[in-house]
């Protein structure tokens, strides 16, 4: 009932968003008209839409993604003809003509007339489709969800509940603006202009939606506000789920823990049990590991996925507290969770625990059974754990070290019974990719480029998912990429077919990072880096060169840029001179 919770009220938070403001002129549209037949039908369809394609999204599969494309074509060809019919009703009949039923509704519509509960509900099935991808973490926390748990009926729930959350807000603001827009025209006497323009409102939500400003600024400017609300949710209802536990678990405690705890009482909550570590394919660095045998100790829990950014730069910290605290009785064990293919490859983690130098104990989750014990829905996430096996604080991704550590010391001491702790805090040194992000002058994010994912692509050609295409490259804006030569874009990634074909990318931020593989040959792949033009110099990533230069000789995350001046908008280009990469995601730091 939480998460239900989470996603109807993560919806609600969508009117906060700057994403959706292409979409407001439509919903505005609707203000003053008769909520059964015309607002309720248009949110019915928005929500209806959104749910129904989310849900595709979910089961996956190149139909489902050209579906929503084509959806989203037609949504905007919609919304344009709606856009011009509110500017004029002589062209309205033009624009009519050719599908007279269809026609007439949007003519009655744009003219102030009574409006119908067919074209209410066709203008929400319109939003629907265009507000889909731009819906913000909490559908990419759904969509994860559904992959690694199977798409069901659960699902498409989550989704739905999600939609009515934003229908709710969207409702509310549409009540907010008939009244507005009632006053002005009682006072005004304009109601022929507004009606302009709001047309001409539409328009430029529709020329706004068609080049992307609608998933790129806008969804940049919302991402910040919108997850930082979204996470203080989650931890909030969690935290309310915690203190009920903490409760049941007191009574549940043997006497002899009941002494100890009067001896000395963290102030920590308690969340949960310590779930099972069944399921793992494979144990690295130890012997399979139970919970029964773990009791007495201390246990961090690091899900983790060796070529996330955000775990990388984790890991140092992971690793240096299970170095310090060792002898004192914490136990870390990281949970290898796959997000790509390539990644569930044992070889491949033993090869990045290795290289990362870890040495304790990594439970590999092919299946993600550890994963669905814990609940758990990010990467990377930690769970600490104190000796009578509760789980008592819980961290989504990185940051915030100086917390968890503190965490730790008071969870030794309670095991303990006494109130000793080591005052002192790691400060692991790191280097490449391991160091610490420039939040501050961080202007880009992560961009997938295999077509499940994929966002603000520009070339010309668009994609050819699953097949071999010649692409080209104009100059990108911000945020924008593409691709040159010939390549074959697959759901997780975009494969070279031939050698001097490239990436191109506008970024700004400090670090780019791109995740590439040698490709199923395994054979070396040579390329070379750009920044606006020119070889990086000083700006090299740990990967490459000065001159740019650099191999894929691995699947993982290569460091190809950091800036060591002032960071400012760059174009980025990367050539390689074989073929057969695989280029997966860029990350920024």
Same mark, same amino acid.
């Given at each position: 009932?939480?998460?239900?919770?989470?996603?109807?009220?993560?919806?609600?938070?969508?009117?906060?968003?700057?994403?959706?403001?292409?979409?407001?002129?439509?919903?505005?549209?609707?203000?003053?008209?008769?909520?059964?037949?015309?607002?309720?039908?248009?949110?019915?369809?928005?929500?209806?839409?959104? *749910?129904?394609?989310?849900?595709?999204?979910?089961?996956?599969?190149?139909?489902?993604?050209?579906?929503?494309?084509?959806?989203?074509?037609?949504?905007?060809?919609?919304?344009?003809?709606?856009?011009?019919?509110? @500017?004029?009703?002589?062209?309205?009949?033009?624009?009519?003509?050719?599908?007279?039923?269809?026609?007439?509704?949007?003519?009655?519509?744009?003219?102030?007339?009574?409006?119908?509960?067919?074209?209410?509900?066709?203008?929400?099935? *319109?939003?629907?489709?265009?507000?889909?991808?731009?819906?913000?973490?909490?559908?990419? @926390?759904?969509?994860?969800?559904?992959? @690694?748990?199977?798409?069901?009926?659960?699902?498409?729930?989550?989704?739905?509940?999600?939609?009515?959350?934003?229908?709710?807000?969207?409702?509310?603001?549409?009540? =907010?603006?008939?009244?507005?827009?009632?006053?002005?025209?009682?006072?005004?006497?304009?109601?022929?202009?507004?009606?302009?323009?709001?047309?001409?409102?539409?328009?430029?939500?529709?020329?706004?939606?068609?080049? +992307?400003?609608?998933?790129?600024?806008?969804?940049?400017?919302?991402?910040?506000?919108?997850?930082?609300?979204?996470?203080?949710?989650?931890?909030?209802?969690?935290?309310?789920?915690?203190?009920?536990?903490?409760?049941?678990?007191?009574?549940?405690? *043997?006497?002899?823990?009941?002494?100890?705890?009067? =001896?000395?009482?963290?102030?920590?909550?308690?969340?949960?049990?310590? %779930?099972?570590?069944?399921? =793992?394919?494979?144990?690295?660095?130890?012997?399979?590991?139970?919970?029964?045998?773990?009791?007495?100790?201390?246990?961090?829990?690091?899900?983790?996925?060796?070529?996330?950014?955000?775990?990388?730069?984790?890991?140092?910290?992971?690793?240096?507290?299970?170095?310090?605290?060792?002898?004192?009785?914490?136990?870390?064990?990281?949970?290898?969770?796959?997000?790509?293919?390539?990644?569930?490859?044992?070889?491949?983690?033993?090869?990045?625990?290795?290289?990362?130098?870890?040495?304790?104990?990594?439970?590999?989750?092919?299946?993600?059974?550890?994963?669905?014990?814990?609940?758990?829905?990010?990467?990377?996430?930690?769970?600490?754990?104190?000796?009578?096996?509760?789980?008592?604080?819980?961290?989504?991704?990185?940051?915030?070290?100086?917390?968890?550590?503190?965490?730790?010391?008071?969870? @030794?001491?309670?095991?303990?019974?006494?109130?000793?702790?080591?005052?002192?805090?790691?400060?692991?040194?790191?280097?490449?990719?391991?160091?610490?992000?420039?939040?501050?002058?961080?202007?880009?994010?992560?961009?997938?480029?295999?077509?499940?994912?994929?966002?603000?692509?520009?070339?010309?050609?668009?994609?050819? =998912?699953?097949?071999?295409?010649?692409?080209?490259?104009?100059?990108?804006?911000?945020?924008?990429? +593409?691709?040159?030569?010939?390549?074959?874009?697959? %759901?997780?990634?975009?494969?070279?077919?031939?050698?001097?074909?490239?990436?191109?990318?506008?970024?700004?931020?400090?670090?780019?990072?791109?995740?590439?593989?040698?490709?199923?040959?395994?054979?070396?792949?040579?390329?070379?880096?750009?920044?606006?033009?020119?070889?990086?110099?000083?700006?090299?990533?740990?990967?490459?060169?000065?001159?740019?230069?650099?191999?894929?000789?691995?699947?993982?995350?290569?460091?190809?840029?950091?800036?060591?001046?002032?960071?400012?908008?760059?174009?980025?280009?990367?050539?390689?001179?074989?073929?057969?990469?695989?280029?997966?995601?860029?990350?920024?730091?």
């Amino acid at each position: 009932m939480i998460l239900f919770t989470i996603a109807y009220l993560a919806g609600v938070l969508t009117i906060v968003s700057p994403c959706i403001l292409p979409v407001l002129p439509f919903v505005f549209s609707r203000a003053g008209q008769p909520f059964t037949r015309s607002i309720l039908p248009m949110l019915l369809g928005k929500v209806v839409t959104f *749910a129904g394609v989310a849900t595709l999204a979910a089961l996956g599969g190149e139909w489902a993604v050209q579906a929503n494309e084509i959806g989203r074509y037609a949504a905007i060809a919609l919304l344009g003809a709606f856009g011009l019919i509110l @500017l004029s009703p002589r062209l309205a009949a033009v624009i009519t003509r050719p599908a007279v039923a269809l026609g007439n509704r949007l003519s009655q519509r744009a003219a102030g007339q009574k409006a119908t509960v067919g074209a209410s509900f066709l203008l929400g099935v *319109a939003t629907g489709l265009l507000w889909a991808p731009c819906a913000g973490p909490i559908l990419g @926390l759904v969509l994860t969800g559904a992959a @690694l748990h199977g798409a069901n009926v659960e699902t498409t729930l989550l989704l739905t509940a999600y939609a009515a959350g934003a229908a709710t807000s969207l409702a509310l603001a549409v009540f =907010a603006g008939g009244r507005v827009f009632a006053a002005m025209k009682r006072s005004l006497g304009l109601g022929e202009r507004l009606r302009q323009g709001l047309g001409v409102a539409v328009l430029a939500g529709v020329a706004a939606i068609a080049l +992307g400003v609608d998933t790129g600024l806008l969804a940049r400017l919302s991402y910040a506000g919108t997850t930082s609300l979204e996470q203080s949710l989650l931890d909030r209802l969690r935290g309310n789920s915690a203190e009920r536990a903490d409760t049941a678990a007191n009574n549940r405690m *043997a006497p002899a823990a009941n002494d100890a705890r009067q =001896a000395y009482r963290s102030t920590l909550p308690v969340e949960g049990r310590f %779930p099972s570590l069944d399921g =793992a394919v494979a144990w690295l660095n130890s012997e399979p590991l139970t919970v029964e045998e773990l009791r007495g100790k201390v246990v961090l829990v690091d899900f983790w996925t060796y070529s996330c950014i955000n775990c990388i730069r984790t890991v140092p910290y992971v690793r240096a507290w299970a170095e310090k605290y060792r002898d004192q009785g914490l136990v870390v064990i990281g949970v290898h969770a796959p997000e790509f293919a390539f990644e569930k490859r044992i070889d491949n983690v033993r090869r990045a625990v290795r290289d990362f130098e870890i040495g304790y104990p990594v439970a590999i989750d092919n299946d993600f059974a550890i994963w669905r014990a814990f609940g758990n829905n990010y990467w990377p996430a930690h769970y600490f754990i104190d000796a009578e096996g509760r789980i008592r604080y819980h961290h989504f991704g990185e940051g915030d070290y100086e917390r968890s550590e503190r965490v730790i010391q008071e969870l @030794l001491a309670e095991a303990a019974g006494n109130r000793r702790t080591d005052g002192g805090l790691v400060s692991p040194k790191t280097n490449g990719a391991e160091a610490a992000p420039d939040f501050a002058s961080l202007g880009s994010g992560e961009a997938y480029i295999g077509y499940m994912r994929a966002s603000n692509f520009v070339s010309p050609e668009g994609v050819g =998912a699953d097949s071999a295409r010649d692409y080209s490259m104009a100059r990108p804006g911000l945020n924008q990429w +593409g691709l040159t030569g010939n390549w074959t874009v697959g %759901p997780e990634q975009a494969t070279l077919n031939h050698t001097g074909g490239g990436i191109t990318y506008r970024f700004s931020a400090r670090d780019l990072h791109l995740v590439l593989g040698p490709g199923a040959s395994g054979r070396k792949v040579r390329f070379q880096v750009k920044v606006d033009g020119a070889a990086p110099s000083v700006d090299h990533g740990a990967d490459i060169d000065a001159g740019g230069n650099g191999t894929v000789s691995e699947t993982r995350l290569y460091q190809l840029v950091r800036q060591s001046g002032d960071v400012r908008e760059r174009t980025f280009e990367i050539r390689f001179l074989d073929p057969g990469v695989e280029a997966f995601v860029f990350t920024f730091g």
